[in-house]
Structures are given as C-alpha cells and as structure tokens.
C-alpha cells in the first residue's frame, strides 16, 4: 500500500546549514498496516510525512501509494490517495463552516467538485450516521459551526472526515499532542475504531512511547534521518516503553561514538 525506497531529502544542500532529515529511507507497509513512528526532534518524522503527502519532494528515491508511483506528483493531485490529521485540531477543519458542510468537503477530496447545491437528505443521513459512531452527539449538531467545538471534538471531526472519502493511507501527525489527557485518551480510541472500520493503512508520528506500543501492528524508530528500528505486532507486544528508551539510549551514545571517531 505504502513503498517508499532509498528516499533522501536534504534541506539547503551546499550551506552552512545544511541539514540531512531523511537518509536513503526504504520502508514498506501492507493494506490495513497501522504504523507508529517514534524518535526525537530532528530524527525526520514530519519530514518523511510531508515526502510521502507530497509537501515536499525526496532529492532521491521513490515514493508509492496503492500501487502507483506518486514520487512526481503534486499533493493536491494526492489528495485522492491519502489523508492527513495534523498536530492543531484547528487545522484539519474550516470553522466558519458547519460541521455536515466540513463533512461534504471531506466527502469529495480530490474530486472535481463543480457547483453544486447544499447538504441533501440523503447526505445529511449518512453524516448522521457516521457521526453517530463517535459517540459524541455532534450528530445533532450538523448546522452547527466547527468553530464552536472543542479540540477533541474537532480532532474527533477531523478523524471522521480523513476516512469519508476512503483513502488509501491516513497520515497521523500529533494528532492528540495538542490534548489534556483525558481527550487524548478518547481521542486514541477513535483513532484506532476509525483505522479498523475502514481497513485504512496508517501511518502515525507521535512522542509518546506508551501510546506507540499500544497502537497499531508496527512501530519504527527514527534517529537523524534513518530508521533505526522496525518492530511487528508481535515484538511490539514483547516490548516496554523502558525497551525503547534503553535502544534509544543505545543509538545516541553510538552516533556520539561515531563522531568522536571521525
């Protein structure tokens, strides 16, 4: 579903500041794969999203989405492909709008939209339908402008919005960062009910260990530009949060190593 392989981006090539955040990157995911993406700041995380979203461009490399080569495409045309929930629960939603016309939006992503009408009956009913499933009772809230929801319930918008249009992969950056605990928590839940309901493929960065454990079938972690470790389901289940931070430990003191030799 996901190929990504050899891809590099180095930003200011040539400079003073130049700066290597991804480094022959080859990774693979399979339909229905949710993968967690840990390390620390710097290690490339919203890089290799933004290359795979096509807000960027790898200098080197290729990038494949369901089956198609997507290295030169623009994002906009990728759209149709994939889906983002990002950091800001402001960002994924248009709050002077209401939430069935954020939804109708959504529904259409990467579609020619052309103009047409308001929110219909039978468009109305399936948002009531899907909104439902959140638990939250923003379907009885349709006409009811984003802007005046909360971060989770807009986070919770946003998830619900990412899947409408049936994507091949949900791109989760942060999405619960921006949360108190118990909205992060909800939010969570929904995220992994949401992937499962609609088969998605997923790729989700976050800082927290805990949570990039519990989530998913894969975890990877980044350090300067590489991917430095890939677990599957079942030695993610094998594996604690200490595990992490003892390998993480592990490679900072090795690439400290590494500098002191050259």
């Known amino acids: 579903m996901l190929r990504l392989v050899g891809v590099s981006?180095?930003?200011f090539p040539g400079t003073a500041n130049e700066r290597r955040a991804l480094r022959n990157v080859s990774l693979e995911l399979a339909e229905g794969?949710?993968?967690t993406v840990?390390?620390?700041?710097?290690?490339?995380k919203s890089t290799l999203l933004n290359v795979i979203a096509g807000s960027l461009s790898a200098d080197t490399g290729t990038v494949g989405i369901g089956g198609r080569d997507v290295t030169k495409m623009p994002a906009h045309r990728r759209a149709a492909l994939l889906a983002r929930v990002f950091q800001d629960p402001q960002a994924g939603t248009s709050p002077h709008l209401t939430i069935e016309q954020n939804l109708a939006v959504a529904l259409t992503r990467g579609t020619r939209r052309g103009l047409r009408g308001g929110v219909g009956p039978r468009r109305r009913a399936l948002f009531r339908e899907h909104l439902t499933v959140l638990g939250l009772?923003?379907?009885q809230r349709l006409r009811n402008r984003v802007g005046m929801l909360s971060g989770g319930q807009r986070q919770a918008l946003s998830l619900l919005m990412a899947s409408l249009a049936e994507p091949k992969l949900i791109l989760l950056y942060e999405h619960t960062a921006a949360l108190d605990p118990?909205?992060?928590?909800?939010v969570t839940e929904l995220t992994m009910k949401v992937v499962a309901d609609h088969n998605l493929t997923a790729l989700m960065v976050t800082h927290n260990m805990a949570q990039a454990l519990r989530v998913g079938n894969r975890l990877l972690m980044m350090h300067e530009g590489e991917i430095i470790l890939s677990l599957g389901a079942a030695q993610k289940r094998r594996t604690t949060v200490a595990d992490l931070m003892d390998r993480f430990a592990a490679v900072k003191g090795q690439m400290?190593?590494?500098s002191l030799l050259t």
């Not at 840990?38 to 490339?44: L, Q, R, Y």
């Open 256 to 258: 400290a190593d590494r």
């Open 9 to 11: 981006k180095t930003f």
């Open 38 to 44: 840990i390390g620390s700041n710097g290690a490339g």
């Open 137 to 139: 009772g923003l379907e």
């Open 33 to 35: 794969d949710f993968a």
């Open 182 to 186: 118990a909205r992060a928590e909800l």
